[in-house]
């Protein structure tokens, strides 16, 4: 029996210059997501929503403007849980059926969060989804993801525009078909979601593509990087950039 978690779900943590990290310290490694928000002038960012198993847009509500819109850097259950909450849902045209749809064969969605049997290499599977539950009454086995509104499907060279702050969309197939990133030239940040971070990379999930991949890493290495926040694990600098693609493309074929 799960602990009953005595306090707030997520945690959040400014970075400066209008960046807020959310975590949700209580779901485990394997679908612990990194939750961007961007304050803009005209918009709000939030990139990526987590697991949904609390609500992301109430406990935020604090840090939002006038205005906000969910970017999904892909659509898998650990980055899209709680997009249903937002009116502005944006993401990769080929992600975006599998967010309105809730559709597991995009999501992956299809799992037990009481038990996950989830095959990933460097992490450990098994248990629980969660270390703690957010509430008394809460029923993990009722958890799914739930239909968004997609507003705005994106292409590689769109231009998200928040009126302080200009972010180019880099799609970046490999981990999904339309996994993208977004790349702000002006300061050298990329926010990577799970094309690459520090961790073991998945790349062999039932839609995941390693050729795709290659060339995905082959690109980030053009990249002026000054620093990657990414969909998992603490954020980098370029060495450290270099260093992960390095060896994720010298790998033997098939490991």
């Known amino acids: 029996m799960l602990p009953t978690l005595d306090g707030d779900w997520f945690e959040f943590r400014s970075l400066g210059d209008g960046l807020t990290l959310i975590t949700e310290p209580h779901v485990v490694p394997l679908l612990r997501c990194n939750i961007w928000h961007i304050r803009g002038r005209d918009i709000d960012l939030v990139v990526d929503t987590g697991l949904g198993v ?14 906000v819109a969910a970017l999904a850097t892909h659509v898998h259950l650990d980055h899209v849980g709680g997009h249903h909450e937002f ?22 969605g299809d799992i037990d969060l009481n038990h996950l049997d989830f095959a990933a290499p460097g992490y450990e599977t098994g248990g629980a989804a969660l270390t703690a539950l957010p509430r008394p009454d809460y029923d993990l086995s009722a958890w799914q993801i739930r239909q968004a509104t997609v507003t705005r499907e994106l ?4 231009v998200i525009d928040l009126g302080n702050r200009h972010f180019e969309v880099l799609h970046l197939p490999g981990h999904s078909p339309g996994s993208i990133g977004l790349w702000e030239a002006a300061t050298g940040t990329l926010f990577s979601g ?14 995941s593509d390693r050729a795709a991949y ?5 690109r980030l290495l053009g990249l002026p990087v000054n620093v990657v926040h990414a969909g ?4 980098f600098g ?16 098939g490991s």
Request: glycine content about 6%; charged content about 30%; hydrophobic content about 35%.
């Open 54 to 67: 609390s609500s992301l847009y109430q406990a935020s509500r604090h840090l939002f403007g006038q205005r």
């Open 214 to 218: 290659a060339r995905t890493m082959e």
């Open 87 to 108: 009116a502005d849902c944006w993401c990769h045209r080929l992600e975006a059926p599998g967010l309105r749809g809730a559709d597991p064969a995009f999501t992956l």
């Open 232 to 235: 998992h694990d603490p954020s």
């Open 155 to 158: 292409e590689d060279g769109d």
């Open 194 to 207: 799970d094309a690459v971070y520090d961790g073991p990379l998945l790349d062999a999930l039932p839609h």
């Open 238 to 253: 370029r060495e450290r950039l270099h260093a992960l693609v390095r060896a994720y493309l010298d790998r033997p074929p």
